[in-house]
């Protein structure tokens, strides 16, 4: 019986050999690889990241129609993994960060913040995968690799102008001082952002809900519109919108004049019903037909030279020195040492992975509900626009999926979330480490330290800091 027992264990381990070689094999074979004319050949930083991640697969479970393992397909294993191979894509996609290398450009600001947070974390790959691919374990010497690329990419191609080198690789960047926009167009756009003859009554402008004095937004769960009419969704700060990569929560609007145009049309929001309407009622006032014809050299008056015109004033809403961004300039005393411990956690934690850049935020899209069942746990009926980015995709991939919110200024801005469902910081700290962190439960103190550090995040607009702008 001793030696069938032996003989089985040896036949065993020699059929679990076989397997994991043939899968060494089958994994170098179909592996991502780069054209002969990519610039990350000539660049040795870059291609020994690239080749980390194409020695552990990414692919496998963060790209779609990627050609998996024959164990993917046999009927029990695919039942078993087909979740796993859902939450890998809903989870991050590697296809952009692998055509980034094959075209030598950089990833964005988030991708690279994502990488840095699992590899940090230790996460990836998984245990459970690495019993069939040994070859795709990560060693120090790889995991440095991959943060040596991000760093270098980050000091190359998103450090601020003034920040510290020793922060030029940071995830989060200050604030630049400045942007470029046409003055005219900026100085007419101020008006036209205070103008309540854009909306159908009279009674509303851009700034009834994204009031300078409140954070660029209105305090609310959700927006109070014409007539008093409930808006489904918190309004978002306008300040630092020009960083974002799209507009509202499901990043429905590319730019923002596109944003601009929308509230005004909207029959929740600002009522008004057509843009001939809106452009005869501005028209009114002979002042504007001369700022038009200043800001863009004639004198109409419609949908796209006032959207263009609130779009260049709102470029100027940018809201620099902070006491971080102080930091991150080289003022070590800017912020307290439970506010660096803040930042720490911040990172650790992984709220960098999505909150980073120059706005923290704005620059990519995640599901709510990442590690944990939100939407089961709010005592909130579900809402249409809880679908998230999928009302304007039809993707069942985009469920949930809002645009990760700008974090600048944060302490103004609450409540917080697309539903306004967190009135604190406290709260809004701990329901993202519930759901949006594999982790999911952090300490008191942790949160004490990490509300304190997004406290030092309030900027100032024109000089003022941004706590003390009066009521206009």
Same mark, same amino acid.
């Given at each position: ?63 779609? %129609? ?206 008004? %019903? ?199």
């Amino acid at each position: 019986m001793g030696k069938l027992l032996g003989g089985l264990a040896v036949a065993g381990a020699v059929a679990y050999g076989g397997v994991v070689a043939y899968l060494t094999h089958f994994d170098h074979a179909g592996a991502p690889e780069l054209s002969v004319s990519s610039p990350t050949r000539h660049d040795p930083v870059a291609l020994a990241a690239f080749n980390v991640l194409r020695e552990a697969r990414c692919d496998y479970c963060h790209a779609a %129609h990627t050609t998996l393992p024959f164990y993917f397909h046999l009927p029990v294993a695919r039942q078993l993994m087909a979740s796993d191979l859902q939450s890998g894509l809903r989870h991050f996609r590697v296809e952009p960060v692998l055509a980034a290398f094959e075209a030598g450009t950089a990833p964005s600001v988030e991708q690279l913040s994502r990488i840095e947070e699992v590899i940090n974390q230790n996460r990836m790959p998984p245990t459970l995968y690495l019993l069939m691919h040994w070859h795709a374990y990560l060693d120090e010497a790889q995991r440095h690799a991959v943060i040596d690329w991000i760093n270098q990419t980050r000091r190359t191609h998103y450090a601020t102008p003034g920040v510290a080198a020793s922060f030029a690789a940071e995830p989060v960047q200050p604030i630049p001082e400045s942007v470029a926009v046409n003055e005219a167009q900026a100085a007419l756009g101020k008006r036209l952002f205070f103008e309540k003859a854009l909306s159908g009554d009279g009674t509303l402008s851009c700034a009834s809900c994204h009031a300078l004095n409140k954070g660029g937004v209105d305090n609310l769960v959700t927006a109070d519109g014409i007539h008093h009419q409930r808006g489904p969704i918190n309004v978002p700060s306008v300040f630092d919108s020009g960083f974002n990569a799209s507009q509202f929560w499901d990043g429905r609007a590319a730019t923002l004049a596109d944003q601009a145009a929308g509230p005004v049309m909207n029959p929740v929001e600002m009522g008004s %019903h057509d843009w001939a309407g809106v452009a005869d009622r501005v028209r009114t006032d002979p002042s504007y037909v001369a700022a038009f014809q200043s800001a863009f050299g004639n004198d109409t008056i419609d949908r796209t030279t006032i959207t263009t015109a609130i779009a260049e004033y709102e470029k100027t809403l940018i809201t620099p020195d902070s006491r971080f961004d102080l930091y991150l300039k080289g003022d070590a005393g800017a912020i307290t040492a439970q506010e660096k411990r803040g930042y720490d956690l911040f990172k650790s934690v992984g709220c960098s992975g999505c909150h980073s850049g120059v706005a923290m935020g704005g620059q990519a899209y995640e599901a709510m509900g990442l590690e944990g069942p939100y939407f089961d746990d709010r005592h909130a009926a579900y809402q249409k626009v809880d679908n998230g980015r999928q009302n304007v995709t039809g993707e069942a991939s985009d469920h949930n999926r809002f645009k990760v919110p700008n974090l600048r200024n944060v302490a103004l801005t609450g409540p917080y979330f697309h539903d306004g469902s967190a009135t604190t910081l406290e709260q809004a700290v701990r329901a993202m480490a519930r759901y949006q962190t594999p982790d999911h439960a952090i300490s008191d103190r942790d949160v004490t330290d990490i509300v304190a550090f997004l406290k030092t995040l309030t900027g100032k607009y024109q000089g003022t800091p941004l706590d003390q702008i009066s009521a206009p």
